[in-house]
């Protein structure tokens, strides 16, 4: 049967919630329309760089990590307040349960059926042990997992990407989703029929619209978004519930570029920099927080401490250094990031007075052993090896500047486990709109307060799939 006769399902969004939603409906048996507005596959997923958590993994095990229950407490403990909020009808508990539980079996679905590499564990801000995994190699893990899914993707002929195709509309019959209208870049407008799965993705980069919008606050801070409109408008028109859309994460790092310290657009500093070692220090050389807490916790800390000098930009100058153990382990990070300029490899002598003395400090912290009590309460040191005093001064560390930047919207459309979109009708309860799913950062709900580190390809990977399989489901069912 041609794609042009088998029934199709309508993926709107190539990040890997698009991409995981089509490989999914695509091993169901349907036929899938992915459309992408951008010129390239990948959305923000491909840009992932600290890696996916999953609890119970080989690959943790494989580091003496025998047990790992603490998955689903420490997500709550990230959510904060939001978790306990409403509407009725959207169960919170039950998503992250969804999305802790599936954890092992997304990462062995990575691994397994498409071969990433994600052999390396790392511990993040806010987890209680090492559950992050990402390669061994030099491509990023956001990358090597969209590339392995578009490769997949593009070698099935019921497969076909439309990159440059932005969606207009929804178009719905008797309060059904049908399909969808779209325009081309060279101004045709189409339309397709079938369910939709929608991963167009958050609203971080929608500056002067949903950001200004519900963070006014938040204006002129950095970002990791590239400038574009958020797509939230397409579900709100056909009568979608919207929850926690004030929650904006705040990345603490985010790299200020020598040679642009006060652009607008930055690139992350990967968390995997600070799990596997790394400090971070004030502009008076001193650490000032446990660089492994949530990722709010960390940007409130940084916020506190006296701003940049810098009139143009509303950002800080917060020195992050890596010893040679820690940069040993984020090896491929930090060759990007010194390309890029981004990073400097200097000899701790060279170092100011003031870092060298808190370098030192720290130092001797880690050295104590099992008996280090850091004052400021963290407890994993990752590859930190270099010694204190002058056994270090001829010894290489890596240095760079940071600033918190605008990274990620905890909120979006409300949604179920089985991925469908909810709405409310009349102030009832909220019940799904039959033809439409979500999952990726276009959903909200599942995060609350603050996102963990890792959790974003997770959610992707698990809510996607469960979006594919449901859709293509209901052109059977349907």
């Known amino acids: 049967m041609t794609q042009g006769s088998r029934k199709q399902v309508i993926v709107v969004g190539s990040g890997l919630a698009g991409l995981s939603a089509a490989h999914e409906a695509l091993k169901a048996g349907a036929a899938v329309r992915m459309l992408d507005r951008a010129p390239k596959p990948g959305g923000n997923s491909i840009k992932a760089s600290s890696g996916i958590n999953g609890a119970g993994t080989r690959f943790q095990r494989d580091i003496g990590i025998t047990k790992d229950d603490s998955f689903f407490a420490d997500t709550v403990r990230s959510a904060g307040h ?12 039950t998503l992250v349960e969804q999305l802790t539980s599936q954890s092992e079996s997304a990462v062995n679905w990575l691994v397994d059926e498409l071969g990433v590499d994600l052999s390396v564990v790392a511990q993040l801000g806010g987890h209680s042990v090492a559950r992050t995994h990402r390669g061994a190699g030099k491509l990023p893990p956001g990358a090597a997992i969209v590339s392995a899914l578009v490769e997949k993707l593009k070698s099935n002929p019921d497969f076909q990407l439309e990159n440059s195709a ?81 929650s904006v994460q705040i990345h603490p790092t985010g790299f200020v570029d020598p040679k642009d310290p006060g652009a607008g657009y930055k690139f992350l500093a990967a968390e995997a920099l600070r799990g596997e070692g790394g400090i971070m220090l004030s502009s008076a050389g001193e650490r000032f927080v446990n660089e492994l807490n949530t990722r709010d916790v960390v940007s409130d800390a940084i916020m506190a401490l ?9 950002q800080w100058d917060i020195t992050l250094l890596l010893d040679p153990g820690a940069c040993e382990a984020t090896g491929s990070h930090i060759g990007f990031y010194m390309w890029k300029g981004l990073v ?20 001797a912290l880690v050295a104590s052993g099992a008996s280090a009590s850091d004052p400021l309460g963290r407890k994993a040191f990752g590859h930190w090896r270099l010694p204190s005093g002058e056994a270090n001064r001829e010894e290489e560390v890596c240095v760079g500047t940071v600033t918190p930047v605008v990274h990620f ?66 052109l059977t069912n349907g």
């Open 82 to 93: 939001k978790f306990q909020e409403g509407p009725a009808g959207l169960d919170r508990k």
């Open 344 to 363: 400097q490899k200097k000899k701790v002598k060279e170092l100011a007075p003031e870092i060298i003395a808190a370098v030192d400090k720290y130092a």
């Open 409 to 474: 919207t905890m909120g979006g459309v409300a949604f179920d486990s089985h991925a469908r979109v909810l709405r409310s009708q009349d102030g009832s309860e909220l019940t799904p709109i039959p033809g439409l799913w979500a999952a990726g950062e276009i959903t909200g709900g599942i995060h609350g307060a603050n996102r963990l580190g890792g959790s974003s390809l997770l959610e992707c990977a698990v809510f996607g799939r469960v979006a594919g399989v449901e859709a293509a489901k209901s």
């Open 306 to 314: 006296p701003r940049s000098a810098l009139e143009s930009a509303r």
């Open 166 to 246: 932005e969606a207009d509309e929804l178009l719905v019959s008797d309060g059904a989703v049908q399909g969808v209208r779209y325009h081309t870049a060279d101004g045709q407008t189409h339309e397709l029929e079938g369910p939709v799965v929608f991963a167009a993705g958050g609203f971080a980069g929608d500056a002067h619209g949903l950001l200004s919008k519900y963070r006014p606050d938040l204006a002129g801070m950095p970002s990791t978004n590239e400038a574009r409109p958020a797509s939230h408008g397409l579900l709100a028109a056909v009568g979608a519930e919207f929850v926690d859309m004030d």
